[in-house]
């Protein structure tokens, strides 16, 4: 038997307001322009340029003066209406069509490729096979799908019978094609083909393909003795001399096409100027868009609510006018509170690590975390995260990304707390200064930094180290 009952709960939604604040306090300041732009040209309520005082008075008169007369049936609209606030986007819309043209009067990679094809005069169905071999070489230069999976595209999706060995003689002579080492199928082959170009009579390239045909894998591990004792190489030097010429080859032949690229420019939020010793930040005059609710808006607004009010067709016009006006007071109020949040947070920051902007010294940076600048500014560390993950500030040593001043704390032996940027930096010292015949194992530096004061376990060495993009130290090793 099916029983009714009463449940009382208390949730907690975030309103259309809020929504809106959160989306635009992550976008950065090169994504801000094209989302006041958009926002403009939804809303006709909304206009550019500097607000004016008595609109916004008399704004606030005739909202006193309609909420008193305004109809259940109107704000039941408002009401739905306000729950499908546009707010889907932070950024420009991708059917939007783009206003910049880039021009480029260069060649791709794959025009590059197939220019050089009409010069083997092939047949036109040598032709097709080649255009087929040229289209499945990657950005990079090297073909990496199987000739058997190329046969059976030509013969599915073009109708042309062929077999491995037919398109592999292809293959060699499109390998001949520039630049060299174009059509590789992996990096042995790719420095190969590089090799085979070289002066075939000098001792150090015939040295240079020996190591790769026959010691590829040692050379991949750095193992120069296993090499000279494989290939009986007494002289060091002409092992020292293949091993460079070796690594001066491209690994990555394709990478010299003239690609269309679009340069990204980074644009600063904050601007931070050191003034005598005194510190001076300002928000980007980017993020502080002019704006303003449309003075015409408001009188039609003012003026529909002293005629007929029963009429049906005026009320949804009132009530399209009044969720553009709301709309419109909303963004502008996002976009106030989005450039106080900002401020305050970089400036909890600045307050936070003082030192170190005075004059850049990375050694100066203290241990921060998220909940230090969030304590600060009395906000959640979520909004501390919207804020730094995306913005940047220009300093007068470079421009840093806000994360850059937050990091985890590493104890010393006298018991004070350091940033791990610091231990960072002195490890990179270590490997900069190392013998390169001899680097140093993760333990010796753990060791090294421990005489530095630094208490620091070797596998916290190993994670410092692939953060700085430094391969062990076998791969560091240099004849």
């Keep these: ?106 060649k791709t990679l794959h025009e590059h490729l197939i220019s050089q094809l009409g010069y083997l005069k092939l047949d036109e169905r040598q032709e097709v096979l080649g255009k087929q071999l040229i289209g499945s070489i990657d950005s990079d230069g090297y073909i990496r799908r199987e000739l058997e999976a190329i046969v059976n595209d030509l013969a599915f999706s073009q109708g042309v019978e062929t077999d491995e060995e037919e398109l592999e003689n292809l293959l060699y002579k499109i390998q001949n094609f520039e630049p060299a080492g174009i059509g590789a199928r992996n990096l042995q082959e790719c420095l190969l083909l590089q090799l085979e170009r070289k002066d075939e009579d000098s001792e150090v390239v015939i040295t240079a393909r020996r190591i790769i045909d026959n010691c590829f894998n040692e050379f991949s591990k750095k193992h120069y003795d296993k090499i000279a004792k494989k290939l009986s190489l007494d002289n060091e030097d002409l092992l020292r001399e293949a091993i460079y010429l070796i690594t001066k080859l491209n690994p990555k032949p394709g990478g010299t096409g003239d690609e269309l690229v679009k340069t990204q420019y980074i644009i600063p939020d904050f601007i931070l100027v050191n003034n005598n010793d005194k510190l001076e930040l300002s928000l980007n005059s980017r993020n502080a868009p002019q704006l303003k609710v449309s003075r015409s808006y408001s009188e039609m607004l003012q003026a529909y609510d002293k005629s007929n009010k029963k009429d049906k067709k005026l009320k949804e016009t009132v009530s399209f006018i009044k969720q ?49 600048i969030a304590d600060r ?35 010393t032996d006298s018991g004070e707390d350091v940033s791990s940027r610091e231990v960072k930096s002195k490890l990179k010292e270590f490997i900069v200064a190392e013998d390169k015949s001899k680097p140093l194992s993760d333990e010796k530096l753990e060791k090294a930094l421990k005489e530095c004061g630094y208490n620091i376990a070797r596998r916290t060495v190993a994670k410092y180290r692939e953060q700085l993009n430094i391969p062990v130290a076998r791969l560091r090793k240099e004849l």
């Design 1 to 106: 038997m099916q029983k009714l009952s009463l449940t009382q709960s208390l949730q907690q939604k975030l309103s259309p307001q809020q929504i809106q604040f959160i989306k635009l306090l992550q976008v950065p300041t090169a994504e801000l322009e094209a989302r006041v732009e958009e926002e403009l040209e939804v809303n006709p309520a909304l206009e550019e340029g500097k607000e004016e005082k008595e609109a916004d008075d008399t704004s606030e008169d005739y909202e006193e003066e309609f909420e008193d007369s305004v109809t259940e049936g109107i704000e039941d609209y408002l009401q739905d209406d306000y729950a499908g606030y546009k707010m889907q986007g932070d950024g420009r819309n991708p059917d939007e069509e783009d206003k910049e043209s880039p021009i480029s009067m260069g």
């Design 324 to 372: 553009k006006l709301d709309s419109a007071k909303w963004f502008i109020d996002a976009i106030r509170q989005r450039q106080q949040t900002l401020l305050n947070t970089m400036q909890a920051i600045i307050n936070f690590q003082y030192e170190y902007f005075l004059e850049g010294d990375e050694s100066k940076l203290k241990p921060m975390i998220l909940k230090d």
């Design 377 to 411: 500014i009395g906000m959640d560390i979520s909004t501390v995260s919207r804020v730094a993950s995306s913005k940047t500030v220009q300093t007068e040593f470079g421009v840093f990304p806000l994360k850059y001043f937050f990091s985890e704390g590493i104890s």
